[in-house]
Structure formats: structure tokens, C-alpha cells
């Protein structure tokens, strides 16, 4: 049963600190994404790829977040620095075609 | 551009009642339309999609949907609630390109009554 991993789970940080997430898309999957899921805005696209190559990252804010795919078994999303803003669920997910298939998400906490 | 709007945050139903969830949808091409849940601390899953072809959808766990153009309308439905069920429901739409980006609603939580 493919599923989408995310590393990690949970992460609790200090402002200021850098923070790093990653997911393994599904093998064969050829556009990933990444969202941000928050009480107050819901589900917001952050970033999304098709064959390793950024598409469309107007979701992400440009002066702290970066998002890449140094290979197709592996995406990060990156914040640096970190503000308590940025306390959200932050998901990946990869298709191919229609349907988007979601990780279990990275829950970040910064302090 | 496409949105989704959810009508009602909120839905409580009795077990072994009928679940229905709203969701209607602006886009200006043929929209392609999913509901998605999302349990407790865990990922969303796709429950159905609607693409072409026949406007009654069904998905897993029992739920259905209907696309009514005329409507602009996708609502969720399962016959019988079960206490599984329990989850915070996703109306999303896409529109008819190469991309493949969804634009979500906001949710609607469902609870359960025994």
C-alpha cells in the first residue's frame, strides 16, 4: 500500500531557527505539493512541482520559505527563519493525473 | 478561477441517519470535483471524485456524490451514519487544465450521535 511519508511528525522550535520538512512522494507520482493547514485560513497551496520542477510557488512567503525536489523520492520544504506564524500542519501530497494523495503532515510549533 | 464554499462548518447526525454535506462550486470550465476526509492528526484521503461521464459518484465507505451543473452543486451524501464516520469533510475543485491544483472548501465537521 504506497503511501506518502513526511518527516517529521511533530517539531517544536525556537523563533528564529531554521526548519526543515520532507516528504516522500509515491514512486512513480510526477507532481507533488505542499500545503499549510491552519485553524483561522484552512488549506492554503504553498508549492507544488510536476517532474522535479517548480510550477507555481505564489502561496509560499518568498522571503523566509524555499521548496525543492533534489530528486523524485524526495521533497523539503524549508523555513528560515521560523516565526510563531508559521505554527501550523504543514502537508505534502503527490498524484499523478487527477487525484492528490496527502501525507500524514508535519505539525510545527515555533515558540 | 475556481472556489468551493461549504455550507455549514458543522453537522452533528444520529447513527444510522442520513449524512449530508453541501458543497457548490464556481468555475468557469467544466470543473473536476472531490470530497476529501481528513480524521483526527491525520492526512486528507480522497473519497470520491467526479470527472466526466456519469454524474453520480460513488466512493468508499459508503458516500456518494452528485454533480449538478445547474446547480453548480456537489453534495456528499451517505445513507447511514456510522460512528466511524466521525471527520472533517473537504469539498475541492479543480478546473479543466494540466495542472492539477485544488482549490478547497473550508470543511465541515461531522459528528456522530449515539
Known amino acids: 500500500d504506497a503511501r506518502v511519508t513526511q518527516t517529521p511528525r511533530h517539531k517544536v522550535t525556537e523563533m528564529g531557527q531554521e526548519v526543515t520538512m520532507r516528504c516522500q512522494p509515491i514512486l512513480g507520482h510526477n507532481t507533488v505539493f505542499w500545503y499549510r493547514q491552519t485553524m483561522m485560513q484552512g488549506l492554503e497551496l504553498l508549492a507544488y512541482f510536476r517532474n522535479r520542477a517548480p510550477l507555481d510557488d505564489s502561496g509560499m512567503p518568498k522571503d523566509r520559505f524555499s521548496a525543492e525536489m533534489p530528486d523524485a523520492t524526495l521533497a523539503t520544504l524549508k523555513i528560515q527563519p521560523s516565526e510563531p506564524r508559521d505554527s501550523a500542519v504543514y502537508f505534502c501530497?503527490?498524484?499523478?493525473?487527477?487525484?492528490?494523495?496527502f501525507g500524514p503532515g508535519t505539525r510545527l510549533t515555533v515558540l | 478561477a475556481q472556489s468551493v464554499t461549504q455550507l455549514g462548518s458543522h453537522v452533528s447526525v444520529s447513527e444510522g441517519a442520513l449524512v449530508l454535506l453541501r458543497c457548490n462550486y464556481s468555475s468557469s470550465v467544466p470543473p473536476y470535483l472531490f470530497w476529501y476526509v481528513q480524521y483526527p492528526n491525520q492526512g486528507l484521503q480522497l473519497l470520491l471524485k467526479?470527472?466526466?461521464?456519469?454524474?453520480l459518484v460513488k466512493g468508499i465507505n459508503g458516500f456518494e456524490a452528485e454533480f449538478k451543473k445547474s446547480e453548480t452543486s456537489f453534495h456528499l451524501t451517505k445513507p447511514s451514519a456510522h460512528m466511524s464516520d466521525a471527520a472533517e469533510y473537504f469539498c475541492?475543485?479543480?478546473?479543466?487544465?494540466?495542472?492539477?491544483?485544488?482549490?478547497f472548501g473550508a470543511g465541515t465537521t461531522v459528528t456522530v450521535r449515539a
Open positions: 501530497a503527490s498524484g499523478e493525473g487527477l487525484a492528490q494523495y
Open positions: 467526479y470527472t466526466t461521464g456519469a454524474t
Open positions: 475541492a475543485v479543480s478546473d479543466n487544465t494540466d495542472d492539477y491544483k485544488l482549490s
